[in-house]
Nanobody, 120 residues
């Protein structure tokens, strides 16, 4: 599975952004997809996950603001981010795994990252 993330940018606090992740590979529909983020000088952290069946999980700090979704017909995963805050500033990565995990080390495939900057 190859992944390519896009959609990042510079926005103001309270704005919205939608990140996209394009995936290649015939196994996309059965794999678990997730978004992680890495702020400057911090570790890469789990943000959201979606299973092949559409079940989702979020880190507490984004619940109610972010929505992960997938379109298996198009091999796409999205992260809709609303009410953005300066603390959401990070490089966002999409990732894929065969296990129900939140640890980056358990994700087998990674996109290149897309930068999100939220100004106050």
């Amino acid at each position: 599975v190859q992944l390519q993330a896009s959609g990042g940018g510079l926005v103001q606090a309270g704005d919205s952004l939608r990140l996209s992740c394009a995936a290649s590979g015939r196994t996309f529909s059965s794999i678990i997809m997730a978004w992680f983020r890495q702020a400057p000088r911090k570790e890469r952290d789990f943000v959201a996950r979606i299973t092949s069946g559409g079940s989702t999980n979020y880190v507490d700090s984004v619940k109610g603001r972010f929505t992960i979704s997938r379109d298996n017909a198009k091999n796409m995963v999205y992260l809709q981010m609303n009410s953005l805050k300066p603390e959401d500033t990070a490089i966002y990565y999409c990732a894929a795994s065969w296990s129900m995990a939140t640890l980056p080390s358990l994700y087998n495939y990674w996109g290149q990252g897309t930068e999100v900057t939220v100004s106050s």
